[in-house]
């Protein structure tokens, strides 16, 4: 692969980026900065008409919002880093905008939807409403400072449509160790290029905006700091909230895909340390962290958690976990909605996994 450097003031640590092509896995070129690689996601609009809350809208910000329909043919879906817009004084609707899964509301469905946020239902509405948002031009990716491969060059010098359509690639950023901290696929249509100012045989390449989806602006800090390096001690993330230690668990979680950890022997003692355990996120955080070390994955979800108690994750069974200050889950975590709106014991569920995983827990 054809590595890159950048070094911004603002960053503590260093931005390489290569652009490379998918299916063959040959570099297509290498760059010295990625302008519009944040910026703001597409975001699904609905309005909820005849909105009954049920806790206060103003607290959502950022939160993963289930929207379940009153009919029990339908699947609730997940609108993620959700934003709700208080209605005007007297009226009945609220404005609710985020991302949707990838499966997005029940077509057509127009019906009443019960709201909640995994651990208190926030309302429902007695009618359903998707805004289609205003369309306007996605700014486009540009690669600055790119070092071109040989066969970039060549399309280039083609010029033609089918010559300059690059198809599905990966931009791969490098922490300043030159490790794979993460990589985002795109389908790289070249919309223009020219020289670049960042040194002679280098140019800016500009990759039609239409085609990428870019990283969320809230997210850019937390990939600042992991471009010096994962962090030396744990529970570097305590002091985020929801919102953005997902965010921080999200790149941990694909950090760690490229990555083969050696398990440690049968009968290892782990120690959790449950201080900051007050959400979903950071539950999974401080159990990445107990069995592998500060910036540590250990599963995400409970199938995720199932996978790493199997093996190669780090752990063989059986194993002993000391989990000080436990207390903290509990009280935040006992009460918790799947899906659906059934209440459940998340703590709870996370224990018996464990237990079944051969992980013999100790609560202190």
């Not at 996120?281 to 199938?303: D, I, K, M, Q, S």
């Not at 108690?309 to 889950?329: E, M, S, V």
Request: with cysteine.
């Amino acid at each position: 692969m054809i590595s890159c450097v950048h070094e911004d003031e603002d960053h503590r640590g260093r931005m390489r980026y290569t652009l490379t092509e998918t299916e063959h896995g040959h570099a297509w070129g290498a760059c010295a900065e990625a302008e519009g690689l944040f910026g703001e996601p597409r975001r699904g609009i609905y309005e909820l008409v005849g909105w009954v809350p049920q806790a206060e809208a103003g607290g959502w910000v950022g939160n993963r919002i289930w929207l379940v329909p009153d009919d029990e043919t339908l699947d609730p879906w997940l609108l993620g880093d959700a934003e709700s817009q208080r209605p005007p004084l007297g009226a009945d609707s609220l404005v609710l905008t985020g991302l949707d899964d990838y499966e997005g509301p029940p077509e057509g469905h127009r019906g009443r939807v019960r709201v909640h946020d995994g651990h208190q239902w926030l309302g429902s509405c007695r009618e359903f409403a998707r805004v289609l948002p205003r369309k306007q031009p996605a700014p486009p990716l540009v690669l600055r400072g790119l070092a071109q491969s040989d066969q970039l060059r060549a399309a280039l010098t083609k010029g033609t449509r089918r010559a300059l359509d690059l198809e599905q690639a990966a931009l791969e950023i490098r922490d300043d160790q030159g490790e794979l901290l993460t990589e985002r696929l795109l389908w790289a249509r070249v919309s223009a290029w020219r020289p670049s100012s960042h040194g002679t045989d280098l140019i800016d390449l500009e990759l039609d905006g239409e085609l990428i989806t870019p990283v969320p602006e809230h997210v850019r800090p937390i990939w600042e700091r992991w471009h010096a390096g994962p962090p030396d001690t744990a529970a570097a993330w305590a002091g985020l909230d929801t919102r953005r230690r997902w965010a921080w668990h999200d790149l941990v979680r694909e950090r760690a895909a490229y990555r083969v950890l050696s398990d440690r022997p049968a009968g290892h003692a782990y120690e959790l340390d449950g201080r900051y355990v007050t959400d979903e996120p950071g539950l999974y955080l401080a159990l990445g962290e107990a069995v592998n070390g500060p910036g540590g994955y250990f599963g995400g979800c409970f199938a995720a958690l199932d996978d790493c108690l199997g093996g190669t994750f780090g752990y063989t069974a059986p194993a002993t976990l000391l989990w000080r200050d436990a207390a903290t889950a509990r009280e935040h975590l006992s009460q918790a909605l799947s899906p659906d709106g059934r209440p459940y014991d998340l703590f709870g569920v996370v224990l018996d996994l464990l237990a079944e995983g051969g992980m013999h827990v100790t609560l202190a």
